[in-house]
Nanobody, 121 residues
Framework: QVQLVESGGGLVQPGGSLRLSCAAS????????MGWYRQAPGKQRELVAI???????DYALSVKGRFTISRDNARNTVDLQMNSLKPEDTAVYYC???????????????WGQGTQVTVSS
């Protein structure tokens, strides 16, 4: 079994900061790309940021310059530092990772359970 567990969501005022964390655990052979997605009410899930296992990152235009994604390959974690938050950043944020389970050859995508981020005064 493989699990992704997120933490760090909450309520923050516009202009504030939050840090999301995601930890992968279980029978992990190796991890490829890791990323964060979000889904606002009534909208489709969208990519926020991704990072490869060699630490190359990419961001949605709407968060570029405000959010930073980072990963720790030794701890199988990926974080999302969110600064200068706006009300339109309000959404459920999901961690995603491409993981090969121990003893297998195929990479599969796994999702966390989601964590709510609300930006409001």
């Amino acid at each position: 079994q493989v699990q992704l567990v997120e933490s760090g969501g909450g309520l923050v005022q516009p202009g504030g900061s939050l840090r999301l964390s995601c930890a992968a655990s279980g029978s992990i052979g190796s991890i490829g790309g890791m990323g964060w997605y979000r889904q606002a009410p009534g909208k489709q899930r969208e990519l926020v940021a991704i990072v490869t296992n060699s630490n190359t990152a990419d961001y949605a235009l709407s968060v570029k310059g405000r959010f930073t994604i980072s990963r720790d390959n030794a701890r199988n974690t990926v974080d999302l530092q969110m600064n200068s938050l706006k009300p339109e950043d309000t959404a459920v944020y999901y961690c995603n990772a491409q993981i090969r389970r121990s003893g297998t050859a195929q990479f599969l995508y796994y999702w966390g359970q989601g964590t709510q981020v609300t930006v409001s005064s």
